[in-house]
């Protein structure tokens, strides 16, 4: 197998640098060494915040119209790009390069795009007043951003959170996850290429605890960070954050139901949930691990379900016909793999998958896992309740709508459901019962780029998308206009 070999570099005030130690970066489906990037210390995050806030005086002033055209720009050269941005994430990630070439890439460029014509078509408000006063409100950036993604969809969050930060006027220091550093680093060249001036966009690697992503956010020039990743990272970096009393914005774990009613489409559903299991490997954090099936279609579903998931093509994610790719690391695939074994100790039985896939070399060297479907499960059992992050999933049978709302709501997470019903008063009762910030009814992973996006509970803190990145990533002034 040939493999590439990207020699990945911080970017700092329009430069690409190479300092820190390197560490390897390895290829999620042989794990073989595919790369190696710098970790930016407090000295390399430094450089890059202080050239954010130099960028961001000029930044901040430069015409909405003007900061559009350049992001366009980007946004175009991503377009341009996407044969090579699909593989290089297929590197990063392990996913099927299928998914890649479907409709991935020109996603990540709309984030840009939609962003850049979000900021400068959007009015302001004015209330003129009945004393002949006028009320109106200014919305102007805060300044330098830290934005901090994790390994699972890295292209996806990188553009998602760069897209608003700099459309309204924000500078950027991004760091992306140790163990995909490469899709974002690329990304950062195109920025570059298409214009993006020096310092407007920084981009450092490095780790967490004590590395790159701690002296981000315990940096005093820092204004704001939008952080994406696990629940238990978001509470450190809030704590963080504090001491300079920073904006934050978190988009953390998830646990999602899958509820599927008697009177659901059952071919529909079978393919709705066969996404909401296994896309990205199940290492999604909207994904719907937990289906909950109505006990008049419970068998037959399960029977459809399980035919379908043993299907599923798992392996090489180069090969056009693969369809679940690799696990991110060894590490990652041992604490999924630990799962299977506490659903075994607690009695659930494993009825699809549950090992690693017999695969040939060199994909036997790979984070491999069969889609893994467990039944007879407990609400409170610990597979039923933790974000396993990978190919598992617990299918358990519900009697009413009732019964099914409350296991839904019983988890600590609320990022999102899916309901699969063709009842539509029950769709708009459950659109409202359900503790989740985005509730798809038929479907999964659609959304429009102007509704809130965020979670409920453990899932986050604020919403992002539209008027509300507006809010986020601006400060709000009100003017009073005397007569
Ligand atoms: P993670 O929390 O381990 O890491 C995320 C990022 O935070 C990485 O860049 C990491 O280096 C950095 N980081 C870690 N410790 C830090 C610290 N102390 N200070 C500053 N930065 C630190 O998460 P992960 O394992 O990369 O990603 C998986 C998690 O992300 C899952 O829980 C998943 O549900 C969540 N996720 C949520 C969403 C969402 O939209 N809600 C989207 C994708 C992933």
Same mark, same amino acid.
């Given at each position: 197998?040939?493999?590439?070999?990207?020699?990945?570099?911080?970017?700092?005030?329009?430069?690409?640098?190479?300092?820190?130690?390197?560490?390897?970066?390895?290829?999620?489906?042989?794990?073989?060494?595919?790369?190696?990037?710098?970790?930016?210390?407090?000295?390399?995050?430094?450089?890059?915040?202080?050239?954010?806030?130099?960028?961001?005086?000029?930044?901040?002033?430069?015409?909405?119209?003007?900061?559009? @055209?350049?992001?366009? !720009?980007?946004?175009?050269?991503?377009?341009?790009?996407?044969?090579? @941005?699909?593989?290089?994430?297929?590197?990063?990630?392990?996913?099927?390069?299928?998914?890649?070439?479907?409709?991935?890439?020109?996603?990540?460029?709309?984030?840009?795009?939609?962003?850049?014509?979000?900021?400068?078509?959007?009015?302001?408000?004015?209330?003129?007043?009945?004393?002949?006063?006028?009320?109106?409100?200014?919305?102007?950036?805060?300044?330098?951003?830290?934005?901090?993604?994790?390994?699972?969809?890295?292209?996806?969050?990188?553009?998602?959170?760069?897209?608003?930060?700099?459309?309204?006027?924000?500078?950027?220091?991004?760091?992306?996850?140790?163990?995909?550093?490469?899709?974002?680093?690329?990304?950062?060249?195109?920025?570059?290429?298409?214009?993006?001036?020096?310092?407007?966009?920084?981009?450092?690697?490095?780790?967490?605890?004590?590395?790159?992503?701690?002296?981000?956010?315990?940096?005093?020039?820092?204004?704001?960070?939008?952080?994406?990743?696990?629940?238990?990272?978001?509470?450190?970096?809030?704590?963080?954050?504090?001491?300079?009393?920073?904006?934050?914005?978190?988009?953390?774990?998830?646990?999602?139901?899958?509820?599927?009613?008697?009177?659901?489409?059952?071919?529909?559903?079978?393919?709705?949930?066969?996404?909401?299991?296994?896309?990205?490997?199940?290492?999604?954090?909207?994904?719907?691990?937990?289906?909950?099936?109505?006990?008049?279609?419970?068998?037959?579903?399960?029977? !459809?379900?399980?035919?379908?998931?043993?299907?599923?093509?798992?392996?090489?994610?180069?090969?056009?016909?693969?369809?679940?790719?690799? @696990?991110?690391?060894?590490?990652?695939?041992?604490? /999924?793999?630990?799962?299977?074994?506490?659903?075994?100790?607690?009695?659930? !039985?494993?009825?699809?998958?549950?090992?690693? $896939?017999?695969? $040939?070399?060199?994909?036997?060297?790979?984070?491999?896992?069969?889609?893994?479907?467990?039944?007879?499960?407990?609400?409170?059992?610990? /597979?039923?309740?933790?974000?396993?992050?990978?190919?598992?999933?617990?299918?358990?049978?519900?009697?009413?709508?009732?019964?099914?709302?409350?296991?839904?709501?019983?988890?600590?997470?609320?990022?999102?459901?899916? /309901?699969?019903?063709?009842?539509?008063?029950?769709?708009?009762?459950?659109?409202?019962?359900?503790?989740?910030?985005?509730?798809?009814?038929?479907?999964?992973?659609?959304?429009?780029?102007?509704?809130?996006?965020?979670?409920?509970?453990?899932?986050?803190?604020? !919403?992002?998308?539209?008027?509300?990145? @507006?809010?986020?990533?601006?400060?709000?002034?009100?003017?009073?206009?005397?007569?």
């Amino acid at each position: 197998m040939d493999y590439p070999f990207f020699h990945v570099s911080h970017y700092i005030d329009g430069q690409f640098v190479d300092r820190g130690p390197r560490f390897d970066i390895l290829y999620p489906a042989t794990n073989h060494v595919i790369g190696s990037a710098p970790e930016a210390g407090a000295a390399e995050v430094d450089a890059a915040v202080q050239a954010a806030a130099r960028a961001f005086r000029q930044w901040s002033r430069t015409p909405v119209a003007e900061r559009r @055209l350049i992001l366009k !720009r980007f946004a175009q050269l991503i377009r341009d790009h996407e044969a090579e @941005l699909a593989a290089i994430e297929t590197w990063d990630v392990g996913r099927p390069i299928s998914e890649n070439r479907a409709g991935y890439i020109p996603r990540i460029a709309a984030n840009i795009e939609f962003f850049a014509d979000f900021a400068a078509t959007h009015g302001s408000e004015a209330y003129p007043m009945d004393n002949g006063y006028i009320n109106y409100v200014l919305r102007q950036p805060v300044g330098v951003a830290a934005l901090i993604a994790p390994w699972n969809i890295p292209l996806l969050q990188a553009t998602w959170k760069m897209g608003p930060a700099l459309a309204f006027g924000n500078t950027v220091v991004m760091k992306p996850a140790e163990l995909t550093p490469i899709g974002t680093w690329r990304l950062a060249q195109l920025a570059h290429e298409a214009g993006v001036p020096p310092g407007v966009i920084n981009v450092i690697h490095g780790f967490g605890p004590n590395s790159a992503g701690e002296f981000l956010t315990k940096h005093p020039d820092v204004k704001l960070i939008s952080f994406t990743g696990e629940t238990t990272t978001g509470k450190i970096i809030m704590a963080a954050a504090s001491s300079t009393l920073k904006r934050v914005s978190f988009e953390l774990g998830g646990k999602g139901a899958n509820l599927i009613f008697a009177d659901a489409d059952l071919d529909r559903a079978v393919a709705i949930s066969l996404r909401s299991s296994f896309f990205n490997q199940g290492e999604f954090c909207l994904a719907g691990p937990r289906l909950l099936v109505q006990r008049p279609i419970y068998d037959a579903f399960l029977e !459809r379900f399980r035919a379908a998931a043993a299907n599923l093509t798992v392996g090489d994610p180069f090969a056009a016909s693969t369809k679940v790719g690799a @696990l991110i690391s060894r590490e990652h695939h041992e604490r /999924v793999s630990s799962y299977i074994a506490i659903a075994r100790d607690s009695g659930a !039985r494993i009825i699809q998958g549950g090992t690693q $896939p017999n695969l $040939p070399s060199p994909f036997d060297q790979g984070n491999f896992l069969q889609p893994t479907i467990i039944v007879d499960v407990q609400p409170r059992d610990r /597979v039923c309740q933790e974000e396993i992050f990978g190919p598992v999933v617990t299918v358990a049978p519900f009697d009413d709508e009732e019964e099914a709302i409350a296991i839904a709501n019983g988890v600590g997470y609320g990022l999102s459901a899916v /309901v699969q019903t063709r009842d539509v008063g029950r769709a708009v009762r459950l659109g409202a019962a359900l503790e989740a910030g985005t509730i798809w009814i038929n479907d999964f992973f659609v959304r429009d780029l102007r509704v809130p996006f965020g979670g409920m509970k453990n899932s986050g803190i604020g !919403r992002e998308g539209g008027h509300y990145s @507006l809010e986020f990533y601006t400060e709000a002034k009100t003017i009073c206009l005397s007569n």
